[in-house]
């Protein structure tokens, strides 16, 4: 069973920053479709940002401009840079690897979520 193991969540107001991290196994990370979901009081869990494994990374409308999704292969880590926070920002994110070692076997791993919360 894959873990993946997040962090950096918290409080900020309008305007700061928060910079979440995700770590995973480096295989895992390397050929999987990585992305960050949010899921917003009352509503449902969204798609944030993602990066396919062989792709571009793209972004919900919402947070164009203002996040970034990245990888390090390095530390073994996806993170998730939220610059110029809103208060509608505020969800439980969740990050996300799905793909398949072997085509009858396909997975899907999520975090277990970490809070941010935005003040106006």
């Known amino acids: 069973q894959v873990q993946l193991v997040e962090s950096g969540g918290g409080s900020v107001q309008a305007g700061g920053s928060l910079r979440l991290s995700c770590a995973a196994p480096?295989?895992?990370?390397?050929?999987?479709?990585i992305g960050w979901y949010r899921q917003a009081p009352g509503k449902q869990r969204e798609l944030v940002a993602v990066?396919?494994?062989?792709?571009?990374?793209t972004y919900a409308d919402s947070v164009k401009g203002r996040f970034t999704i990245s990888r390090d292969f390095a530390e073994s880590t996806m993170y998730l840079q939220m610059n110029d926070l809103k208060p509608e920002d505020t969800a439980v994110y969740y990050c996300?690897?799905?793909?398949?070692?072997?085509?009858?076997?396909?997975?899907?791993?999520w975090g277990q979520g970490t809070q941010v919360t935005v003040s106006s």
């Open positions: 996300n690897a799905r793909g398949a070692i072997v085509v009858e076997a396909p997975y899907n791993y």
């Open positions: 990066i396919r494994s062989r792709g571009v990374p």
């Open positions: 480096g295989r895992i990370l390397r050929i999987s479709d």
